[in-house]
């Protein structure tokens, strides 16, 4: 199963304390809501458990192997991030803005392989994304 875990991360940003001493484990086919007010930290603890900034002081592990020694497409493998108000140019299908999250597994050229059209099919009805 996997685990993403968080222990005692502190992020400093501007000479500022952004987050202090935040901890938690996420478990695969967990749903988590991270709520506050604006300038709280929400995104900034994403960007940490996503692996995309590093946090000052505390360590953040998937599946017991810390991030900061994952190599970037070994990362990628593992999860997908898409930022807050991502601007897209051209107009396109949710489908395919899940599919985007498969990029790391695709072949550099051609359509989707077939065998993946099951899992953006479940990453839409996880989030009650289907068309009824």
């Not at 497409?73 to 999250?101: F, I």
Request: net charge neutral; hydrophobic share 50%; charged share 15%.
């Amino acid at each position: 199963m996997t685990i993403l875990a968080a222990d005692n991360v502190t992020v400093r940003l501007g000479g500022r304390t952004i987050l202090r001493d935040i901890s938690l484990q996420a478990h695969a086919g967990e749903f988590i809501a991270v709520i506050g007010p604006n300038g709280a930290g929400k995104s900034t603890l994403l960007s940490v458990l996503a692996g995309l900034l590093a946090p000052d002081q505390g360590s953040v592990m998937l599946d017991a192997h810390p991030l900061k020694r994952l190599s970037g497409a070994a990362l990628a493998k593992r999860r997908a991030y898409l930022p807050q108000n991502p601007k897209l140019e051209w107009p396109l299908p949710v489908e395919r803005l899940v599919a985007l999250g498969l990029t790391p597994h695709l072949p550099a050229v051609g359509p989707l392989p077939e065998g993946f059209s099951f899992a953006i099919e479940q990453a839409l009805a996880a989030c009650d994304l289907l068309a009824q």
